[in-house]
């Protein structure tokens, strides 16, 4: 990847972003029903009803798509006041009183559903803890995935290069809940050696992640697998076997990197879903991350914690792609130039 072409691609962050937004408010605002109208007990406060509907209008879509949209970018933005009764106004003064208000960073607004916390704090507090499992899904993955597809690589057409097709057809096909499910019988009713009741760190994450890494590591295994036996095929394995190099040290030190290119491809997109989209897994194992709020938020139409996390999946999907892109020039350095 070239500086030129880098800096394109940091150009287009905002607008697939702005692209983003307005798709998901679009899709949120279709569904019936005001986010404020819920049941007794439920609904916040009057008067918080009433400063939000002041501040952001939530009756009115194109009210209220740039008022969060200056919120969540800290743009500057003019509101309209009238003049304080203490002023009186002459031939010179208007009723009216333009305001230039400048707004934090980031700043996702109040959550609809969650009293007493902004969408900010639920982000940062529940976002560290899927990055957490995500990243150790992604590592468990690579692991079995990269291993797999090695083995299959060197006894193709064998019993374990059928094992290992069968395993990863199964990885591939089997939902979460279902293998999240089984897991949680297994280990923690069956042979109970896992603590499923409650979280802690590190000892709660590690079913989950094990859960959330087999469709990646099936699909691993299959990338590692086709790359691998396209790289022994080539001049330069042939020339290495000439030479007396060991079997192990031509699948690992040379065939390994080539064939590692498609799976490099593969990890920005899957590295961004691991830590972003592990919802039903989360759900599933009772794991405090950004997959629950995601799901209460479209229960409950909380437009502010749905923007939110949107905004913040959409981010690090961007962002990953952005950054295996440059992994795979260091990797390849013949694709610098493309």
Known sequence: MTLRSFIFRLVQLPIILLAVYTITLALAWAVPGNPLDRPEGRRPPPEVIEAMQARYNLESFSTFYWSYLADATGVTYFSQSPVSPEVKPDASTTSIRI???????????????????????????????????????????????????LVSAWKPNSWLDTFTLLIALVGVSLPTFVAGTFLQLLFAVWIPVA??????????????????????AAYIARLTRMGMLEALQSDYIRTARAKGVSEWRVLTRHALKNAFLPVLSYLGPASAMAMTGSFIVERIYSIPGMGQHFVNAVQNKDLFLLLGIVLVFATMLILFNLIVDVLYTWVD??????
């Open 195 to 216: 603590d499923v009741g409650r979280f802690t760190i590190p000892q709660s994450l590690i079913l989950p992640a094990i859960t959330l890494s087999l469709p990646f």
């Open 99 to 149: 305001t230039v208000n400048t707004l934090p960073i980031f700043d996702f607004g109040p959550s609809l559903q969650y009293r007493d916390r902004t969408v900010n704090e639920i982000i940062s507090s529940s976002l560290p803890v899927s990055i957490m499992l995500g990243t150790l899904a992604i590592l468990v993955a690579l692991f079995i995935g990269v291993g797999a597809g």
């Open 333 to 338: 350095p013949r694709t610098a130039t493309r």
